[in-house]
């Protein structure tokens, strides 16, 4: 157990719909970063957020958007979605504090578009 | 795109050292070596980092070459449960973004 708890487990949704996904932190992490994984590859970085500021972003288009609150718990959200964006997206949170702190993931959103 | 080279996959025998190799000839002076590994369906969980120095901790030991363009990734007594496929990252400090690459699919087998 990591302390980082993402939700919901699964979700179902249709092309051109709208999708929210929750990640929180663990205690005392002021840092989350999300990730997308699709099936058979390595976790792809998509953004990441400190103290609710977004510093630094992947490969990714503007309708993968983000929030972090101030409790440091975050949302994923992604518009008009794609068959494409089928996979697991995970969170992880970290210190973001000095040298070699290590993230720390939840077990991940599997999200399936149809 | 990820700056290592790891094997595609890899087989240990259950109770033997598995030593996962790991590449990274364009690594810079301030860049650290991490190792993160997946087990199935499951968020990827932190094993061990590095500088330039072995480290050691419960889980695993990292040696890393004098020159830093590659390192080995060693758990000392492999059990069933140590099947996952295992990333190596290099990145400049905590709270920059991960690059993950395909990683090494180690199976321990009985």
């Known amino acids: 157990e990591t302390g980082v708890t993402q939700s919901p487990t699964h979700l179902i949704k249709t092309r051109g719909q709208q999708v929210t996904l929750r990640c929180s932190s663990q205690?005392?992490?002021?840092?989350v970063s999300w990730y997308q994984q699709a099936l058979g590859q390595g976790p792809q970085f998509i953004f990441q957020?400190?103290?609710?500021?977004?510093?630094g972003r992947g490969n990714f288009p503007p309708r993968f958007s983000g929030l972090q609150f101030p409790n440091y718990s975050s949302e994923l959200n992604v518009n008009a979605l794609e068959l494409d964006d089928s996979a697991l997206y995970l969170c992880?949170?970290?210190?973001?504090?000095?040298?070699?702190?290590?993230?720390?993931f939840g077990q991940g959103t599997r999200l399936t578009v149809v | 795109d990820a700056k290592t080279t790891q094997p595609t996959s890899m087989d240990c025998a259950e109770g033997r050292a598995a030593n996962l190799p790991c590449n990274h000839s364009?690594?810079?002076?301030?860049?650290?070596v991490y190792w993160y590994r997946q087990i199935h369906s499951q968020g990827p969980q932190y094993i061990i980092h590095?500088?330039?120095n072995n480290e050691t901790n419960e889980m695993a030991s990292l040696i890393i070459t004098e020159d830093r363009k590659s390192s080995t990734l060693i758990l000392p007594h492999a059990t069933l449960r140590d099947t996952a496929v295992y990333y190596c990252?290099?990145?400049?400090?905590?709270?920059?973004?991960?690059?993950f690459g395909k990683g090494t699919t180690l199976s321990v087998s009985s």
């Open positions: 364009t690594i810079s002076g301030n860049e650290y």
């Open positions: 992880a949170s970290s210190s973001g504090a000095g040298k070699g702190g290590e993230a720390f």
């Open positions: 990252i290099v990145r400049f400090q905590a709270g920059t973004a991960l690059i």
């Open positions: 205690s005392g992490h002021n840092t």
């Open positions: 590095g500088l330039k």
């Open positions: 957020y400190y103290r609710e500021e977004e510093n």
